[in-house]
DNA sequence: CCGTTGCGTTAGTCCGACTAACGATGTACG
DNA sequence: CGTACATCGTTAGTCGGACTAACGCAACGG
C-alpha cells in the first residue's frame, strides 16, 4: 500500500504531516507548563502562599534542615531568590533562620511546627490543583506522565 | 495486607509519598519546559530564527495567508509582539505584507518562496532538536507523550 | 448616522530567571 | 604561618517574555 499523502496539498515538499505546529511536544509542553503555572500559582495564592514557598518547606521537611545555600540547590531557587523567600517565611514563623556555629557564613534554616502546619495545607491545596490539573487522565495515565517527565529530567539534568 | 508507611519517618503527619516536590507533574512540567525552551531557543538561534518566527511560518504554509490578527490567534502569539516577529521575518523576505483590499484596517501576510525554504530549514533543525528533547523516550513513548500533552492541553483550552 | 468592535502599532508594565559584585568567612597548600 | 582561592548571604541590577493600555483608523450593525 502507498503512502497516503495530504490530497489537498500540492506536493511543494510540504511536510508529511499536518498540524507540525500542534504535535510539536516544545510547544505543547510550554503551552501546558504556562496552563499549570497559571493554576499553581493562583490556587496557592489563595492560600497565601507562592511555590517558592512550598518548594523550600517541603524540602526543609523532607531533607532536614540546611543552609540557605543548600537549599537553593535542593529546589533550584537561586540563591538570590532564596533570600526572599526566606525573609517571606519567616516574617510569617514558619521557618527559623539562625547561625551556624560551625561556619560563621551560613544561616541554619529550620522549619518550624506552624510551617509544617502550613506546608500541609499547602500539600493539600496542590494535590487538589494536580487533581485539576491532571483531570482528562486516569490514575495509570497520570503515572506515566509523571514517569516520562521524570525520565525526560532526568536525561537532561545528567546531560547538561 | 498493611499500607507500607515510610518506616525510617516518625509519624507526624508527614506525607506518605517521599519525594513529593520531585514527583510534582507542575514541577516537572516547569522544568522540562524550560529545558525544552533552552534547547529549542539555542537551536533555532543557529539558524538565524526565534521560535515566532517558526510557528509564524509554519501557520502561514499550513493555513495560508491571513491577517496578523488571525497569525496571532493561531500561534498564540499576542498581537502586539506580533508585529515585530512579522517585521523580522518581512526584513529576510521570508514572508509578504500587504494590504487587504477588502478591509483597510488589515494586513494581509503571506508566505514567500523562500519563507517556504527557510520553513523547511527550521523543521529540519526542530526535528532534531526533538530528537535531543525526547532521546530517553523510544519512539511509541514519544507518541505517548505527545497525546498526554494534548489532552491535557485540549482540556485547558475548553475550560479556560 | 453613531456606538461598538476589530485592526495594526507603539509604549510601557510586570515578573521571573539570571548575573555581578560585595564583605565576611572558611579551606588548601606552599 | 600566610596567602590564594572558594563559598556564604545579600543587594542591586539586567534581560527577556508575557501581557496591558491606548492610539488612530476602518468596518459593521442598529
Given at each position: 500500500?502507498?503512502?497516503?499523502?495530504?490530497?489537498?496539498?500540492?506536493?511543494?515538499?510540504?511536510?508529511?504531516?499536518?498540524?507540525?505546529?500542534?504535535?510539536?511536544?516544545?510547544?505543547?509542553?510550554?503551552?501546558?507548563?504556562?496552563?499549570?503555572?497559571?493554576?499553581?500559582?493562583?490556587?496557592?495564592?489563595?492560600?497565601?502562599?507562592?511555590?517558592w514557598h512550598?518548594a523550600a518547606?517541603?524540602s526543609l521537611?523532607?531533607?532536614?534542615?540546611g543552609s540557605q545555600a543548600e537549599l537553593s540547590r535542593r529546589t533550584d531557587i537561586y540563591r538570590s531568590d532564596m533570600v526572599g523567600v526566606l525573609n517571606e517565611l519567616a516574617?510569617?514563623?514558619?521557618v527559623?533562620r539562625?547561625?551556624?556555629?560551625?561556619?560563621?557564613?551560613r544561616n541554619?534554616i529550620?522549619?518550624?511546627?506552624?510551617?509544617?502546619?502550613?506546608?500541609?495545607?499547602?500539600?493539600?491545596?496542590?494535590?487538589?490543583?494536580?487533581?485539576?490539573?491532571?483531570?482528562?487522565?486516569?490514575?495509570?495515565?497520570?503515572?506515566?506522565?509523571?514517569?516520562?517527565?521524570?525520565?525526560?529530567?532526568?536525561?537532561?539534568?545528567?546531560?547538561?
Open positions: 500500500m502507498i503512502r497516503a499523502e495530504a490530497a489537498d496539498m500540492p506536493d511543494d515538499g510540504a511536510p508529511k504531516t499536518p498540524d507540525r505546529l500542534r504535535r510539536r511536544a516544545s510547544r505543547l509542553l510550554s503551552q501546558v507548563s504556562v496552563r499549570s503555572d497559571r493554576l499553581i500559582t493562583e490556587g496557592l495564592a489563595q492560600a497565601d502562599a507562592r511555590k512550598y518547606l517541603a521537611e523532607e531533607y532536614g534542615p516574617e510569617r514563623d514558619l527559623e539562625m547561625p551556624d556555629p560551625d561556619d560563621r557564613r541554619i529550620t522549619i518550624s511546627t506552624r510551617g509544617r502546619r502550613h506546608l500541609r495545607r499547602l500539600d493539600k491545596v496542590l494535590d487538589d490543583l494536580h487533581d485539576e490539573l491532571l483531570a482528562p487522565l486516569s490514575p495509570a495515565e497520570r503515572d506515566q506522565f509523571v514517569q516520562l517527565l521524570t525520565r525526560l529530567l532526568d536525561h537532561h539534568v545528567r546531560v547538561s
